[in-house]
C-alpha cells in the first residue's frame, strides 16, 4: 500500500523557518514534488526532485525553499525559509514512479500519488 505522510507544519511569525518532511512507503518514486494551496486559490507547484537530480523550485520561492531527498529514509524535504504570510497555504506532497517531465515536474496533473496535507501558517 502506498503511503505519503507529511509533517513538519506549524504556525511561525514572518522571517520563520520550517522543515516539511514527506515520508514514503511501498513506492519506488522517481520524482516527488511540494504543492501548496491557499485559501480560494488553486494548488500550485512548489518544488520538485527527481532520483536523477533535477530539480526545480517556483520563483515565488527560489532562493528561500529548499528540496531534498534522503534515499535511505525514503523521505522528501522542503526546508522553508523568510517565510512571508503569502506562504500560508495547506502543503502536500506528491510522488510518482515515473520520471515526469523536466517541463511539467510543478504540474499537478503528472503525480499519481499524495499525501493528506500539512498546514503552514505565517503570520506577519
Known amino acids: 500500500q502506498v503511503q505519503l505522510v507529511e509533517s513538519g507544519g506549524g504556525s511561525v511569525q514572518s522571517g520563520g523557518s520550517l522543515r516539511l518532511s514527506c515520508a514514503t512507503s511501498?513506492?519506488?518514486?522517481?520524482?516527488m514534488g511540494w504543492f501548496r494551496q491557499a485559501p480560494g486559490k488553486e494548488r500550485e507547484g512548489v518544488a520538485a526532485?527527481?532520483?536523477?537530480?533535477?530539480?526545480d523550485i517556483a520563483p515565488s520561492v527560489n532562493g528561500r525553499f529548499t528540496v531534498s531527498q534522503d534515499s535511505a529514509k525514503s523521505t522528501l524535504y522542503l526546508v522553508m525559509n523568510s517565510l512571508k504570510p503569502e506562504d500560508t497555504a495547506m502543503y502536500y506532497c506528491?510522488?510518482?514512479?515515473?520520471?515526469?517531465?523536466?517541463?511539467?515536474?510543478?504540474?499537478?496533473?503528472?503525480?499519481?500519488?499524495w499525501g493528506q496535507g500539512t498546514q503552514v501558517t505565517v503570520s506577519s
Open positions: 506528491a510522488a510518482d514512479i515515473s520520471y515526469v517531465h523536466l517541463s511539467r515536474l510543478l504540474k499537478q496533473g503528472d503525480y499519481n500519488y
Open positions: 511501498g513506492l519506488g518514486a522517481s520524482t
Open positions: 526532485w527527481r532520483r536523477d537530480g533535477n530539480i
